[in-house]
């Protein structure tokens, strides 16, 4: 829990510590005191200067009822933690008494602290204690159950909304935000020495149709297989994306041979029958691959894969093309090696030209 978040409670300990001492100092009023202590909503506790209990309310009990029998004036510090964690009291002692006594002890001989300290019973209590100036300490417990409990339903919302906002919810693979995420940080590590790396830019073939004959629900479905199949097609380190509709990305680690190859099983995998809940399919896959340099963007990478992905639709769909290291959209090899060159076209034209594969 962060200090921001305790500082209400780290202010409001501190300044009822010096009122209590205040009156403890006028021992006269010990009527005063004594309803003083009863009425504070959490524990309150005193030490001497040589570390014996001085005095306790009925809340400081309540929180630790199975210390409950060790509570007499003049029991030490250390005694009382002792007799706390052989009973039990401590879960975090379980296993580590004497090391647990040890820690406990000499953060209190320090005088001044504020931690956090989960109960048998599950219940999360703050600690703050202050040394006065005769040496004494005063110390409240707070219980912060409700507030620990409401800062792990925030943070865990918050990692449902990050994850949301990073991930496809229909295949739950990374989505475009995250992929160009590591694709930048592959680009750094590169640039910095590190491995080598190529970004596959995928595409379905035939799923529209697919899509229509097995309606929304089989096309999802589908979708779904084909992000499993992807993943069982790279190995450990790659990064399979959607980045919406039928279109996929995949970043895989090492040189380029290794991305065609990774190419190439996906091809063979994709393009295996279906058999769905809602029917039976057949598609396949067209890939481009563009190999990273240390003079690549990330814009430039997925741009020459885009286009390696295009040329292999143009060359019959079902295969790859790999753009040549620094190409535009200029060259681009086909699975046997062979160069061929690319019409320079938009990448709107490219686009049109490959719907026009497709029936109306």
């Known amino acids: 829990?962060?200090?921001?978040?305790?500082?209400?409670?780290?202010?409001?300990?501190?300044?009822?510590?010096?009122?209590?001492?205040?009156?403890?100092?006028?021992?006269?009023?010990?009527?005063?005191?004594?309803?003083?202590?009863?009425?504070?909503?959490?524990?309150l506790v005193m030490w001497d200067a040589q570390d014996r209990l001085m005095l306790w309310n009925q809340a400081f009990r309540d929180i630790y009822p199975l210390c409950g029998?060790?509570?007499?004036?003049?029991?030490?510090?250390?005694?009382?933690?002792?007799?706390?964690?052989?009973?039990?009291?401590?879960?975090?002692?379980?296993?580590?008494e004497e090391e647990f006594v040890r820690d406990l002890v000499e953060a209190h001989r320090r005088g001044s602290q504020t931690a956090e300290r989960q109960l048998a019973n599950g219940r999360w209590i703050l600690i703050h204690e202050e040394r006065t100036a005769s040496g004494n300490i005063v110390a409240i417990r707070s219980d912060i159950t409700a507030m620990k409990a409401a800062l792990a339903k925030?943070?865990?919302?918050?990692?449902?909304?990050?994850?949301?906002?990073?991930?496809?919810?229909?295949?739950?693979?990374?989505?475009?935000?995250?992929?160009?995420?590591r694709v930048e940080a592959a680009l750094r590590a590169l640039r910095e020495g590190g491995p080598a790396f190529s970004v596959l830019c995928l595409d379905l073939d035939r799923f529209k149709?697919?899509?229509?004959?097995?309606?929304?629900?089989?096309?999802?479905?589908?979708?779904?297989?084909?992000?499993?199949?992807?993943?069982?097609?790279?190995?450990?380190?790659?990064?399979?994306?959607?980045?919406?509709?039928?279109?996929?990305?995949?970043?895989?680690?090492?040189?380029?041979?290794?991305?065609?190859e990774a190419a190439s099983r996906m091809i063979g995998r994709v393009g295996a029958p279906y058999r769905l809940m809602t029917g039976r399919a057949s598609i396949g896959v067209s890939v481009g691959v563009a190999a990273a340099d240390a003079a690549s963007t990330r814009d430039d990478l997925m741009?020459?894969?885009?286009?390696?992905?295009?040329?292999?639709?143009?060359a019959g769909r079902g295969t790859y093309r790999t753009a040549a290291v620094g190409a535009d959209l200029g060259r681009f090899r086909g699975p046997t090696g062979d160069a061929a060159p690319v019409p320079d076209r938009s990448r709107e034209d490219r686009v049109d030209a490959a719907l026009s594969a497709y029936p109306a």
Do not use: C
């Open 69 to 96: 029998p060790a509570l007499k004036r003049g029991i030490t510090f250390e005694a009382l933690i002792r007799f706390g964690a052989a009973r039990g009291q401590y879960p975090q002692a379980v296993g580590r």
């Open 303 to 314: 741009r020459r894969a885009d286009g390696a992905l295009y040329d292999a639709k143009d």
């Open 154 to 181: 925030a943070a865990e919302a918050h990692d449902v909304a990050h994850h949301m906002a990073h991930h496809d919810a229909l295949t739950g693979l990374p989505n475009r935000v995250l992929f160009h995420e």
């Open 209 to 260: 149709a697919v899509n229509d004959e097995l309606g929304h629900a089989g096309g999802d479905e589908l979708l779904g297989a084909v992000a499993a199949r992807l993943g069982g097609a790279v190995g450990g380190g790659a990064t399979v994306a959607r980045l919406g509709g039928d279109e996929f990305a995949v970043l895989v680690p090492g040189p380029a041979a290794a991305a065609e």
């Open 1 to 43: 829990m962060s200090n921001q978040a305790l500082l209400p409670w780290i202010v409001a300990a501190a300044s009822l510590g010096a009122l209590l001492v205040a009156l403890w100092r006028e021992r006269r009023t010990s009527r005063l005191f004594r309803e003083v202590a009863g009425a504070i909503p959490g524990g």
